[in-house]
């Protein structure tokens, strides 16, 4: 009797397996695309651009239905959708993620103040829509204990302060009331010509005005993109086209100090800053 032929290659069930497991994956890749796409998207805030509202280390949800949907509204801008679906305008006060202009595009958070066809203008430092100054009420200091996502690089040294839980970055805050009564803080630290007193901007048809709620510290609206700047111009994110918003700030479920050691994960916890976990948007 002839021995039995050696088995070669993986067996019928072993391929099965494999090939139900990767219909799987396939299948939870897809949801988890249109998720992403077309409800929920996670976004995690880098910069102090919106301060006192955003601190850095702060994790977000954004809604993507708020505004239609366009190539942007999709991960990595894929498929390229032309125009947008189901479009509706953002209102005035509105925290929005969107897509910025120019090669090294990258998504970035800023509030709405301008829609098509308003005017737009900064002076002495006060904001002025459509001819009205925006009343702006000083209260009390924005403070924040200084951490490793909030060092003596994000605060000046004129604003750092020793208090009683160690030092800390205290800084002027304001209350700015739009038309309607849409109100939020804002943080003004110093006069800076370029961006305390500007021309007049009329946002084009199919545009909007963006600004960071910290004044002296965002790259906005109020300076041209970097393809559409002058040279030694300050150098901003210019009008930003409606389809290229993705989503309005929705709602904060985490947020840490940057103090945590991945390999320590009981310092995950207490890095933790828990006050902040389901802040919303005005």
Request: aromatic share 12%; proline share 9%; hydrophobic share 40%.
């Amino acid at each position: 009797m002839a021995d039995p032929k050696p088995a070669t290659g993986a067996s019928p069930a072993k391929k099965s397996e494999m090939s139900e497991t990767i219909r799987f994956l396939l299948k939870l890749a897809l949801v988890v695309w249109i998720f992403r796409s077309f409800v929920l998207a996670p976004f995690s805030i880098p910069s102090e651009s919106m301060l006192p509202r955003l601190l850095i280390g702060d994790y977000l949800f954004i809604s993507k239905w708020n505004y239609g949907y366009s190539r942007w509204s999709m991960p990595f801008g894929f498929p390229p959708v032309p125009g947008r679906l189901f479009p509706h305008t953002p209102e005035r006060g509105d925290v929005v993620v969107f897509r910025s202009k120019g090669a090294d595009d990258h998504d970035v958070i800023k509030r709405v103040i301008g829609l098509p066809g308003d005017t737009v203008q900064m002076r002495g430092g006060r904001l002025v829509l459509n001819g009205q100054a925006i009343p702006k009420q000083r209260v009390a200091d924005f403070v924040l204990p200084l951490s490793p996502n909030f060092t003596t690089r994000e605060c000046e040294a004129d604003f750092v302060k020793n208090d009683v839980q160690g030092p800390t970055c205290r800084i002027p805050r304001y209350r700015e009331t739009l038309p309607g009564g849409r109100s939020y803080y804002v943080l003004d630290q110093h006069y800076i010509p370029d961006a305390d007193d500007t021309g007049v901007y009329t946002v084009p048809e199919g545009h909007v005005f963006l600004m960071g709620d910290n004044r002296d510290d965002s790259a906005d609206s109020r300076f041209p993109a970097a393809e559409e700047a002058l040279p030694g111009q300050v150098q901003g994110m210019g009008f930003i086209p409606m389809e290229r918003v993705e989503g309005k700030a929705l709602v904060i479920f985490w947020s840490t100090d940057g103090s945590a050691n991945w390999l320590l994960p009981w310092t995950w916890f207490t890095a933790a800053r828990w006050d902040r976990l389901g802040g919303g948007f005005e």
